[in-house]
C-alpha cells in the first residue's frame, strides 16, 4: 500500500510525489465511498480540487469531520488505500500523454513551416515579387528584403530549423511546481530556459484540445494540432536569440503595431509568418495558428 513521506493538503509541504499519490487514490476510491467525482488532474499540485476531493473523502469517512490534511501513516491515508484496494474500486483515468512526446509529435509539422519560411526568405533575397511573400515579410517583420534586419530573421530562421532537427534532446518536462520556480508564475504551456541555453520546457499544459478532461483543476481545453504546432515553432526563437526576451502574440492591435526593431525578435512572429507563407495566404496576416487562437 502506498505511502506518503510528507502532509498533504492544506498548509502542508505538498511535495509533488505525495500528492500524485494521494490524487491517485482518491481516483480510485469510488465515488461513493468519497472518492474524487470529478476524477482530478494527476499533476501532483494541491490546489482547489485536490483538497477539497481530501476534505470531502473525510467528511464521508469520518462522520463529517474534516481538516483536510492527508499525514503519512495516518487514518486519512490509511482509509484512502483500504477503499483503492476493495473490490468496486475504480480505475485511474489514463494520463495525459508525456509533454515533451506530444511537442516531438509537432515538430513535423513545425519543421514543415519553417522550411518554407526559409525558402520564401531565400526567394524574397533573389529578387522575388511574389505579392504574398512581400506582404507577409511586411506584416509580421515590418521590413523589405533590403532592410539590413532581413538578415536576422533569416539567421533566425536557419537556427530554428537546426534546434528543431535535434528533437526530444533539447526537451524538458516540467511539473507545474518547477514551472512556477522558474517564471515565477503557472500558466505557461511551454517556455525555453536561456542565457545561456538549457533547454525548452512543456509543462502539463500542453495537451491536446479536448471537450471535457478529468479535473478541469488548471489546465484547461488544451491546444489544437496547429497550435501546438506553432509553439514548437515559438520556443526554438527564444532559444537562437538573445534579443527574444518578450512575447507580443500574433492576436491583437499590439502585434500589428511591433515596429521593426522589436517585431524581429518577437517569437510569435516566426511561427505567424512561416504559416503565412507555407500555405501562401492571402489573408493580411495569415493564418494565424498561435496561441491566440488554440482551437486551430
Same mark, same amino acid.
Given at each position: 500500500m502506498p505511502d506518503i513521506q510528507f502532509p498533504v493538503g492544506t498548509n502542508a509541504r505538498n511535495r509533488d510525489d505525495d500528492v500524485l499519490i494521494v490524487q491517485q487514490l482518491l481516483n480510485t476510491v469510488p465515488a461513493s465511498a468519497g472518492g474524487a467525482s470529478p476524477a482530478l488532474d494527476l499533476d501532483g499540485w494541491c490546489i482547489t480540487n485536490t483538497i477539497g476531493a481530501i476534505q470531502n473523502f473525510q467528511r464521508r469517512q469520518f462522520n463529517g469531520w474534516s481538516d483536510g490534511h492527508v499525514d503519512p501513516g495516518g487514518k486519512t491515508i490509511k482509509a484512502l488505500n483500504d477503499l483503492a484496494a476493495a473490490s468496486g474500486s475504480r480505475s485511474l483515468p489514463l494520463p495525459?500523454?508525456?509533454?515533451? *512526446? +506530444?511537442? @516531438?509529435?509537432?515538430?513535423?509539422?513545425? /519543421?514543415?513551416? &519553417?522550411?518554407?519560411?526559409v525558402q520564401a526568405l531565400t526567394d524574397l533575397a533573389n529578387g522575388s515579387s511574389d505579392a504574398i511573400l512581400l506582404r507577409a515579410l511586411q506584416g509580421h517583420f515590418k521590413i523589405t528584403p533590403k532592410d539590413r534586419r532581413f538578415a536576422t530573421v533569416r539567421r533566425n530562421f536557419d537556427q530554428a530549423v537546426a534546434l528543431l532537427g535535434r528533437g526530444k534532446?533539447?526537451?524538458?518536462?516540467?511539473?507545474?511546481?518547477?514551472?512556477? @520556480? *522558474? /517564471?515565477?508564475?503557472?500558466? &505557461?504551456?511551454?517556455?525555453? +530556459?536561456?542565457?545561456?541555453?538549457?533547454?525548452?520546457?512543456?509543462?502539463? +499544459?500542453?495537451?491536446?484540445r479536448v471537450v471535457r478532461r478529468p479535473g478541469l483543476e488548471w489546465s484547461g481545453p488544451g491546444f489544437g494540432p496547429k497550435c501546438r504546432a506553432a509553439m514548437v515553432l515559438h520556443e526554438p526563437i527564444h532559444a537562437v536569440d538573445s534579443a527574444a526576451? %518578450?512575447? @507580443?502574440?500574433?492576436?491583437?492591435?499590439?502585434?500589428?503595431? /511591433?515596429?521593426?526593431?522589436?517585431?524581429?525578435?518577437?517569437?510569435?512572429?516566426?511561427?505567424? %509568418?512561416?504559416?503565412?507563407?507555407?500555405?501562401?495566404?492571402?489573408?493580411?496576416?495569415?493564418? +494565424?495558428?498561435?496561441?491566440?487562437?488554440?482551437? /486551430?
Open positions: 495525459d500523454k508525456d509533454p515533451s *512526446d +506530444l511537442a @516531438v509529435d509537432s515538430i513535423p509539422q513545425a /519543421l514543415a513551416w &519553417a522550411k518554407d519560411a534532446s533539447v526537451y524538458r518536462t516540467v511539473t507545474r511546481r518547477q514551472m512556477e @520556480v *522558474d /517564471l515565477g508564475w503557472k500558466e &505557461a504551456p511551454g517556455y525555453t +530556459l536561456r542565457n545561456p541555453f538549457q533547454a525548452i520546457c512543456w509543462t502539463p +499544459l500542453f495537451h491536446g526576451d %518578450f512575447d @507580443v502574440y500574433e492576436h491583437g492591435h499590439e502585434y500589428v503595431a /511591433l515596429p521593426a526593431d522589436r517585431a524581429i525578435h518577437n517569437a510569435s512572429s516566426y511561427p505567424s %509568418f512561416a504559416g503565412h507563407v507555407s500555405e501562401h495566404s492571402t489573408e493580411p496576416l495569415g493564418p +494565424l495558428y498561435g496561441a491566440g487562437h488554440p482551437e /486551430l
